[in-house]
């Protein structure tokens, strides 16, 4: 293999590795619900969570985001990165605005090679694009022949499609404000040139796409602008998101606008790119100079963006696509696309990793300890009784007898402990129900009643920042009587908990607290949001700002009402694990007691059948240690899988 191969391959190949590891990953969650199933230790709610996980598995996408304002080189580098196999540009790469709306970039190999585009008229109304996903009809989808590229380029090219309409409709879709910078604006009945289309989707067969990968294209600091749901929920799902910058220009003002605005209160990794080095390949420099030239260059844009040097990156994506496609290794070499490209391989994919393994963890991290600690259990009974049964050979009957009635008053004892935890059982089902009505789904609705009451019909900014903040506050307050509630359903279980230690020695057993943290952080990231849309110049000046208010505020519910559901089904899964291994272990620990009555009581009527309950005792200790042997492998591997990833 030639060394451009090599650079060409070296994210496919983490990509790919990436995918193999999740498809490990989901093949263990499956095997451990196949074995629950066969050993009819799975309800159904439980099979339909563990169907939910797989779900989330197969979704489980390396999204990486990638914002520019026009001009930077963002689809040339889309190109270079990922699309140079393909021997053309994918994406439609020239001079001035090349990509005018949103594009998704991914592969789906359930369905064919297409371009769906979504018309800029839907502004007009209230659905949000992740709505409008589920509308076939109002998609215009174009086919793609991968093998025919001047059908491909010419298919792309729809990407920079405008139409010009009236500055009335115009600002009606909430496309251009009332003024210019200058003060002045076109008239209603002037003709304006906007994009044809509000978003895009393409779905691709390339191993990188097909391996998990997909790609956001987001044109300009006023497309993002336009549609709130990029930034207050798209882009925060990223796992990356790669900020374009030109190395002629370094951070502009509009630059710094959407470095500040979009990029630097993020949750994903974010990456400074500095395009178009080649511009520096001056022939009348040294070698030295040309890379003190970039370096100060580094160091400024680091400055400006208070972002390390080290996640500072300088290419020449034009001469990376062209170097590939030539198959030129220096060129490629020379580009500085590489060192992009291993940041990528090393830094990012192992983020989606661990919170793919975080989530799994999370959702059955608790029943697989408790699935593991049963068979331990099981097989030290066994062992136990056993023994038990070899020191009464050859003994008399009246010892056997002895033993049985000794068995049969642990378990009167057991019993009467049962029904202990029957009353305790009880008190914790009130105390679930109660918090569980917290999360009433019309109690966001009151909230949401509340916040439009704050606006108090005046659909302007500050009305928006006080609407917001109501519904804030609402959620909140339920955020914290949902914690003191968790905390005193705690502290009863863990009464609970050690009262089965003292009384029958049940191992000790340590219960996370129900914490909220991470849903009050996304909470604040939306008050953040809302402060800086409300700040915005473009928002201010809009014509239609009444508009604009009630979209964003529409986003914002739902954002807030997904927030709130979170939180919900988190809780609900918290509520199912507290009690869950101490039931567990004391359906086991009955069984035993069972177990060793009948047993004694079999030997007790039968003189002559101790050996033939011994042998009934291996075989059950065999199967028990084939279910060890199982788990412990699945645990093992399920403790790899989440481990970081040998180099």
Same mark, same amino acid.
């Not at 005018?100 to 064919?112: N, R």
């Not at 008053?409 to 569980?436: D, H, S, T, W």
């Not at 005193?488 to 009262?499: C, F, G, K, P, S």
């Not at 909470?523 to 700002?545: A, G, R």
């Given at each position: 293999? &030639?060394?451009?191969?090599?650079?060409?391959?070296?994210?496919?190949?983490?990509?790919?590795?990436?995918?193999?590891?999740?498809?490990?990953?989901?093949?263990?969650? +499956?095997?451990?619900?196949?074995?629950?199933?066969?050993?009819?230790?799975?309800?159904?709610?439980?099979?339909?969570?563990?169907?939910?996980?797989?779900?989330?598995?197969?979704?489980?996408?390396?999204?990486?985001?990638?914002?520019?304002?026009?001009?930077?080189?963002?689809?040339?580098?889309?190109?270079?990165?990922?699309?140079?196999?393909?021997?053309?540009?994918?994406?439609?790469?020239?001079?001035?605005?090349?990509?005018?709306?949103?594009?998704?970039?991914?592969?789906?190999?359930?369905?064919?090679?297409?371009?769906?585009?979504?018309?800029?008229?839907?502004?007009?109304?209230?659905?949000?694009?992740?709505?409008?996903?589920?509308?076939?009809?109002?998609?215009?989808?174009?086919?793609?022949?991968?093998?025919?590229?001047?059908?491909?380029?010419?298919?792309?090219?729809?990407?920079? &499609?405008?139409?010009?309409?009236?500055?009335?409709?115009?600002?009606?879709?909430?496309?251009?404000?009332?003024?210019?910078?200058?003060?002045?604006?076109?008239?209603?009945?002037?003709?304006?040139?906007?994009?044809?289309?509000?978003?895009?989707?393409?779905?691709?067969?390339?191993?990188?796409?097909?391996? =998990?990968?997909?790609?956001?294209?987001?044109?300009?600091?006023?497309?993002?602008?336009?549609?709130?749901?990029?930034?207050?929920?798209?882009?925060?799902?990223?796992?990356?998101?790669?900020?374009?910058?030109?190395?002629?220009?370094?951070?502009?003002?509009?630059?710094?606008?959407?470095?500040?605005?979009?990029?630097?209160?993020?949750?994903?990794?974010?990456?400074?790119?500095?395009?178009?080095?080649?511009?520096?390949?001056?022939?009348?420099?040294?070698?030295?100079?040309?890379?003190?030239?970039?370096?100060?260059?580094?160091?400024?844009?680091?400055?400006?963006?208070?972002?390390?040097?080290?996640?500072?990156?300088?290419?020449?994506?034009?001469?990376?696509?062209?170097?590939?496609?030539?198959?030129?290794?220096? /060129?490629?070499?020379?580009?500085?696309?590489?060192?992009?490209?291993?940041?990528?391989?090393?830094?990012?994919?192992?983020?989606?990793?661990?919170?793919?393994?975080?989530?799994?963890?999370?959702?059955?991290?608790?029943? /697989?300890?408790?699935?593991?600690?049963?068979?331990?259990?099981?097989?030290?009974?066994?062992?136990?009784?056993?023994?038990?049964?070899?020191?009464?050979?050859?003994?008399?009957?009246?010892?056997?007898?002895?033993?049985?009635?000794?068995?049969?008053?642990?378990?009167?004892?057991?019993?009467?402990?049962? =029904?202990?935890?029957?009353?305790?059982?009880?008190?914790?089902?009130?105390?679930? +129900?109660?918090?569980?009505?917290?999360?009433?789904?019309?109690?966001? &609705?009151?909230?949401?009643?509340?916040?439009?009451?704050?606006?108090?019909?005046?659909?302007?900014?500050?009305?928006?920042?006080?609407?917001?903040?109501?519904?804030?506050?609402?959620?909140?307050?339920?955020?914290?009587?949902?914690?003191?509630? =968790?905390? &005193?359903?705690?502290?009863?279980?863990?009464?609970?908990?050690?009262?089965?230690?003292?009384?029958?020695?049940?191992?000790?057993?340590?219960?996370?607290?129900?914490?909220?943290?991470?849903?009050?952080?996304?909470?604040?990231?939306?008050?953040?949001?809302?402060?800086?849309?409300?700040?915005?110049?473009?928002?201010?000046?809009?014509?239609?700002?009444?508009?604009?208010?009630?979209?964003?505020?529409?986003?914002?519910?739902?954002?807030?009402?997904?927030?709130?559901?979170?939180?919900?089904?988190?809780?609900?899964?918290?509520?199912?694990?507290?009690?869950?291994?101490?039931?567990?272990?004391?359906?086991?620990?009955?069984?035993?007691?069972?177990?060793?009555?009948?047993?004694?009581?079999?030997?007790?009527?039968?003189?002559?059948?101790?050996?033939?309950?011994?042998?009934?005792?291996?075989?059950?200790?065999?199967?028990?240690?084939?279910?060890?042997?199982?788990?412990?492998?699945?645990?093992?591997?399920?403790?790899?899988?989440?481990?970081?990833?040998?180099?």
């Amino acid at each position: 293999m &030639d060394n451009n191969a090599q650079v060409i391959n070296r994210f496919e190949s983490e990509i790919a590795r990436y995918n193999r590891w999740r498809e490990d990953l989901s093949g263990a969650v +499956n095997e451990y619900h196949d074995w629950l199933e066969r050993t009819n230790q799975i309800d159904i709610g439980q099979s339909v969570r563990f169907y939910d996980l797989l779900e989330s598995l197969n979704r489980g996408r390396l999204m990486i985001a990638f914002l520019a304002e026009f001009s930077r080189g963002k689809s040339e580098l889309i190109n270079a990165l990922f699309f140079s196999s393909f021997k053309e540009r994918l994406l439609p790469s020239d001079v001035g605005r090349t990509t005018m709306c949103p594009t998704e970039i991914f592969h789906d190999p359930s369905e064919e090679p297409y371009l769906k585009l979504l018309s800029v008229e839907t502004r007009y109304r209230d659905e949000s694009i992740s709505q409008l996903k589920n509308m076939p009809v109002e998609w215009s989808k174009i086919r793609l022949n991968i093998n025919d590229t001047a059908s491909m380029r010419q298919a792309l090219t729809s990407l920079a &499609d405008t139409k010009r309409v009236y500055a009335l409709d115009a600002r009606m879709m909430g496309l251009i404000p009332m003024f210019d910078e200058s003060g002045t604006g076109p008239t209603e009945e002037d003709i304006v040139e906007v994009p044809a289309w509000r978003y895009a989707i393409l779905n691709y067969p390339h191993p990188l796409l097909t391996n =998990g990968l997909s790609i956001l294209d987001t044109p300009g600091l006023n497309a993002l602008g336009l549609e709130p749901e990029l930034t207050l929920s798209t882009l925060p799902n990223a796992q990356a998101v790669l900020f374009l910058l030109g190395i002629d220009t370094g951070v502009t003002k509009s630059d710094l606008e959407i470095w500040e605005r979009y990029v630097k209160v993020s949750q994903p990794a974010k990456i400074a790119v500095l395009n178009k080095i080649d511009l520096m390949w001056d022939e009348l420099k040294t070698l030295p100079e040309i890379k003190a030239g970039m370096l100060r260059m580094v160091e400024a844009t680091s400055k400006a963006l208070n972002l390390a040097p080290e996640k500072v990156f300088t290419v020449s994506a034009q001469k990376a696509l062209v170097g590939r496609i030539k198959n030129d290794a220096d /060129m490629v070499v020379r580009s500085g696309i590489e060192r992009l490209e291993q940041f990528l391989a090393n830094e990012i994919i192992p983020v989606k990793r661990q919170l793919l393994a975080k989530s799994v963890s999370t959702e059955i991290g608790a029943m /697989m300890a408790t699935s593991y600690q049963g068979c331990t259990q099981k097989l030290a009974a066994n062992v136990k009784q056993v023994e038990e049964l070899n020191q009464l050979a050859g003994k008399g009957r009246h010892l056997v007898t002895r033993m049985w009635q000794q068995v049969s008053v642990e378990k009167e004892a057991y019993n009467a402990a049962l =029904g202990e935890y029957k009353i305790q059982r009880a008190a914790f089902n009130a105390k679930r +129900n109660a918090l569980i009505d917290a999360f009433n789904p019309a109690k966001l &609705d009151i909230a949401c009643t509340r916040s439009l009451d704050a606006i108090n019909g005046s659909w302007t900014t500050p009305g928006l920042t006080r609407g917001m903040r109501e519904i804030i506050r609402s959620i909140n307050v339920e955020f914290n009587v949902c914690s003191k509630a =968790g905390e &005193d359903i705690l502290q009863l279980m863990e009464r609970v908990y050690n009262t089965f230690h003292e009384r029958f020695k049940f191992e000790k057993m340590e219960m996370p607290p129900l914490d909220f943290e991470s849903s009050r952080i996304k909470l604040k990231l939306l008050v953040y949001e809302t402060e800086q849309f409300c700040k915005d110049p473009v928002n201010i000046v809009m014509t239609e700002k009444r508009y604009m208010v009630r979209r964003f505020w529409r986003m914002l519910v739902d954002q807030s009402r997904k927030i709130f559901n979170e939180a919900r089904t988190e809780t609900e899964r918290w509520l199912q694990n507290v009690p869950m291994p101490l039931e567990a272990r004391i359906k086991d620990h009955k069984a035993h007691l069972e177990a060793r009555l009948v047993s004694l009581g079999s030997i007790n009527d039968r003189g002559g059948a101790m050996q033939e309950e011994l042998h009934k005792l291996q075989g059950q200790r065999r199967a028990i240690e084939d279910e060890l042997q199982l788990i412990s492998r699945l645990v093992a591997k399920m403790r790899d899988i989440g481990a970081a990833p040998k180099t």
